[in-house]
């Protein structure tokens, strides 16, 4: 596992990933802009005649309400963004580190789209759950750890491995390396304690678990990286 966490630290800084990432931060900050800009025009629409007090309430409000949203939605919404370039990704890892590979067919975009729904929701519902544990803080941390760590593992799994095998075979394999899939996982999920390494998690998730897939599938990368 070592050597796939440290391959894939070196690749997030190289520039075809860099971009991704970039592109993918501009676009979260457009989707908060014009969320300000939107709330800005609704209040005025509805408040047409307000002036004095009020006027200056919903002026002082729109920032404030749009920054709050900014700060708590912001890594979700880049996330998410991010999620719809896993393709991409893993494409750049394997034309890296295992170029003597056959094009994989990939997944077709609504279903990665549908996956990644699906695990959002699922994460989101899951970490809300764990909620009523919180009065049992070592119950609570251990649950957390756990449930989130095969949360990830799954999912970055299946998103890489249904690349290349059928989902029968993904899901025998995943049976097979389900110790190792939730160990890095854990590992995946302790990372985040990292400041703003969530912003960037979805593309070190992939690369890592391109390269854990490899090792466990019996492809040997090339020597040359």
């Given at each position: 596992?070592?050597?796939?966490?440290?391959r894939?630290?070196?690749?997030?800084?190289?520039?075809?990933?860099?971009?991704?990432?970039?592109?993918?931060?501009i676009l979260?900050?457009?989707?908060?802009?014009?969320?300000?800009?939107?709330?800005?025009?609704?209040?005025?629409?509805?408040?047409?005649?307000?002036?004095?007090?009020?006027?200056?309430?919903?002026?002082?409000?729109?920032?404030?309400i749009?920054?709050?949203?900014?700060?708590?939605?912001?890594?979700?919404?880049?996330?998410?963004?991010?999620?719809?370039?896993?393709?991409?990704i893993?494409?750049?890892?394997?034309?890296?580190?295992?170029?003597?590979?056959?094009?994989?067919?990939g997944?077709?975009?609504?279903?990665?789209?549908?996956?990644?729904?699906?695990?959002?929701?699922?994460?989101?519902?899951?970490?809300l759950?764990?909620?009523?544990?919180?009065?049992f803080?070592?119950?609570?941390?251990?649950?957390?750890?756990?449930?989130?760590?095969?949360?990830?593992?799954?999912?970055?799994?299946?998103?890489?491995?249904?690349?290349?095998?059928?989902?029968?075979?993904?899901?025998?394999?995943?049976?097979?390396?389900?110790?190792?899939?939730?160990?890095?996982?854990?590992?995946?999920?302790?990372?985040?304690?990292?400041?703003?390494?969530g912003?960037?998690?979805?593309?070190?998730?992939?690369?890592?678990m391109?390269?854990r897939?490899?090792?466990?599938?019996?492809?040997?990368?090339?020597?040359n990286?």
């Open positions: 596992m070592l050597t796939a966490l440290l894939s630290a070196r690749q997030i800084f190289s520039p075809r990933i860099a971009v991704v990432i970039g592109a993918c931060v979260s900050i457009s989707c908060f802009v014009g969320l300000w800009y939107g709330l800005d025009r609704a209040i005025h629409y509805w408040l047409p005649e307000a002036g004095g007090l009020i006027a200056s309430i919903a002026d002082m409000g729109v920032p404030v749009a920054g709050l949203l900014a700060y708590f939605l912001f890594p979700i919404v880049t996330t998410s963004f991010l999620a719809l370039f896993l393709e991409r893993a494409k750049i890892v394997e034309e890296q580190h295992y170029p003597n590979l056959p094009p994989a067919a997944l077709p975009f609504i279903s990665s789209l549908l996956v990644t729904v699906r695990f959002i929701v699922t994460l989101i519902g899951a970490n759950l764990l909620l009523l544990l919180l009065p803080a070592p119950v609570y941390a251990a649950a957390w750890l756990i449930i989130n760590g095969w949360l990830l593992g799954r999912e970055y799994f299946e998103q890489v491995a249904m690349r290349r095998l059928s989902r029968h075979s993904a899901d025998q394999l995943r049976k097979h390396r389900a110790g190792k899939i939730l160990a890095t996982g854990i590992v995946l999920t302790l990372l985040l304690s990292i400041p703003l390494f912003l960037v998690l979805p593309v070190f998730a992939t690369c890592v391109v390269h897939f490899h090792e466990w599938h019996q492809c040997k990368p090339s020597l990286n």
